[in-house]
């Protein structure tokens, strides 16, 4: 089943990816046949199932909380597409 | 000699340069004309000419002062998702066209570390998403193999089809790639080339373009056997920048991939059977478990009843995780920009010119699965199948020590023959997903030749942390099937 357009469109906005008028019903058919198929799962019993959060049994510990990393400032800006100054520079956000 | 030399193992090429039968020069020199021979496989992004001369040079005379490192001269191939300081960095995608990172990947740095010389970035489906290498941004990589009597391109399977292309076509020794659902070893079976997948946390991620954090790993390509081993225990080991790195011990794989398999028990599931398999798949796993047999190994039918649950289940996680990661190509910090009237229009204007039709795909499928009202449904229930597809490993490795199975449903297909039809391109990691979701080590050796002229492999599943058992029992398949004898490697 087609995904409603509706739905696609506010995928589209929390995405921040744009879709035409034109894509929108082919967009709408591919990820209503992938949702099908997904859909599958839901004949898996999982009640009393815990979720698996990552992709490995360690165990995260504490590091020491020190500084030993840093004063990359020249380096972090060396991809920027347009900087001023020591600032990522991007178009105006406050009126 | 010399165009012998291009066809060579790791191991064999160590021995060569020590005994100064030839210089890493030459043997750079050798690589980048088959590399310029063989332009139309596409198979690197960046071709490192300049810088890897200059290593070579460097190697050789480190070699002759006895100062050699493990993987001292010796050439490698590096997807183009690993950060290479100073050296473009794309992932495949329009939206890092332009990227030069100023850092090296954990992975990488070892690899200089011992010595290896980097002498292309290789394509790849662009973010490591495809099963074809043909939602690269830069065109298909294309298999070097062909089918009997056609001369259609074939594709060298994804995502880390540049990687699998060059070690089969002779353009490097080895290369490295990357593993979210089978990126390593479905290309590895296309292209009839050894291709592993660590444990999950084996190796460091850190300085990986990010895809599936919680199931992508990295690992080698090679031409042999032995040669993957090696190569695993140098970049494996734990990285304080990489907290789901695992700080244990890193054994000697290549000692452990030659000792007695003698007395091992492997398990074939049957969930792996179906009839809509390739006859000759399922003959080529036949003669898999006798192989095994003939070696002192003791075959045993287990089960995996959540297998078929395992593919949708990575559909929800791995585009759930990538459509987060993804949300920092943004066009304000590097990568791509392009302009927009407000923030929010520039944002959508880059991502929209920036990213392929398979990777929005993606973006929209994971931000769907995400989203409220939707949560508990999809990317949570997937979650629990998770847990379930691990127990069921679990389970069965009480009772055995290795898992095999085919590596792929079939062999490599023609180009455009599968990119209109996502599921059907999906379908293609049926065998190597379930051992991704689970953190487990997995190989594919290519063990024989289709009918219709093209390789296949055989996947070997292992114990978390127990690649040495892994690489013991590919061992056995590489010497059985005879396969790279045939090819008088």
Known sequence: MAMKEEIVRKIAILSRINVSDDELDNISRELGSIIDWIELLKEVDTQSVEPMTGGTDIKSFKREDIVNDGGYQEKILKNAPSKNDNLFEVPKVVE | ?489
Not at chain 2, 275 to 301: A, Q, R
């Open chain 2, 1 to 489: 000699m010399m165009s012998e030399l291009t066809r060579l193992t790791i191991s064999k090429i160590s021995k060569g340069l020590k005994e100064k039968k030839f210089s890493s020069f030459e043997l750079v020199s050798e690589y980048l004309n088959e590399i310029d021979k063989q332009k139309e496989l596409n198979s690197f992004i960046t071709i490192l000419e300049k810088s890897a001369l200059e290593s070579a040079k460097v190697s050789d005379k480190k070699i002759g002062n006895g100062q050699s490192g493990p993987l001292e001269g010796i050439p490698i191939g590096v997807k183009d998702l690993f950060c290479t300081e100073g050296i473009r960095t794309t992932a495949a995608s329009n939206i890092l066209n332009n990227f030069i990172p100023t850092y090296e990947s954990s992975v990488t740095s070892k690899l200089k570390d011992a010595g290896a010389i980097f002498i292309g970035k290789t394509n790849l489906d662009e973010f490591a998403m495809g099963s074809s290498n043909e939602t690269s941004f830069f065109g298909s990589a294309v298999n070097p193999w062909k089918l009997n009597n056609s001369d259609k391109p074939l594709v060298p399977g994804g995502s880390s089809g540049g990687s699998a292309v060059a070690v089969s076509a002779n353009l490097c020794t080895a290369s490295i790639g990357t593993d979210t659902g089978g990126s390593i070893r479905q290309p590895a079976a296309f292209c009839g080339i050894v291709g592993m997948k660590p444990t999950y946390g084996r190796c460091s991620r850190w300085g990986i373009v990010a895809f599936a954090s919680s199931l992508d790993q990295a690992g080698p390509m090679t031409r042999s056997v032995e040669d993957s081993a090696f190569l695993l225990s140098i970049i494996s080991g734990y990285d304080p920048k990489d907290s789901t790195s695992a700080n244990i011990e890193v054994p000697d794989f290549k000692s452990l991939a030659s000792s007695t398999a003698k007395g091992l028990r492997v398990g074939i599931p049957k969930e792996y059977f179906s009839d809509e398999l390739d006859s000759e798949v399922l003959n080529l796993w036949e003669k898999g478990k006798e192989w095994l047999k003939d070696s002192g190994i003791e075959i045993v039918e287990i089960s995996l009843p959540h297998t078929k649950y395992a593919l949708p289940a990575y559909y929800i996680i791995a585009p759930a995780e990538a459509s987060s990661n993804l949300s920092r190509y943004d066009g304000a910090r590097f990568g791509l920009r392009v302009d927009g009237n407000s923030l929010d229009e520039m944002y959508s204007n880059t991502r929209s010119e920036g990213f392929g039709k398979e990777v929005k795909r993606r973006i929209f499928l994971g931000t769907y699965a995400l989203s409220a009202g939707y949560y508990d449904a999809y990317y949570l229930k997937a979650q629990k199948v998770r847990q379930l597809i691990y127990n069921d490993f679990l389970d069965s490795f009480k009772n055995v020590d290795l898992i095999l199975t085919p590596t792929t449903p079939g062999t490599a297909f023609p180009l455009g023959d599968k990119i209109s039809d996502p599921i059907s391109m999906y379908l293609n990691d049926i065998f190597t997903v379930p051992a991704s979701l689970a953190g487990l080590p997995a190989i594919s050796v290519p063990c024989g030749l289709h009918s219709n002229g093209l390789p296949l492999g055989l996947q070997l599943i292992g114990r978390r942390w127990d690649e040495g058992t892994v690489f013991n029992c590919a061992n056995i398949l590489e010497n059985s099937s005879s396969f790279n004898k045939n090819l008088e490697l």
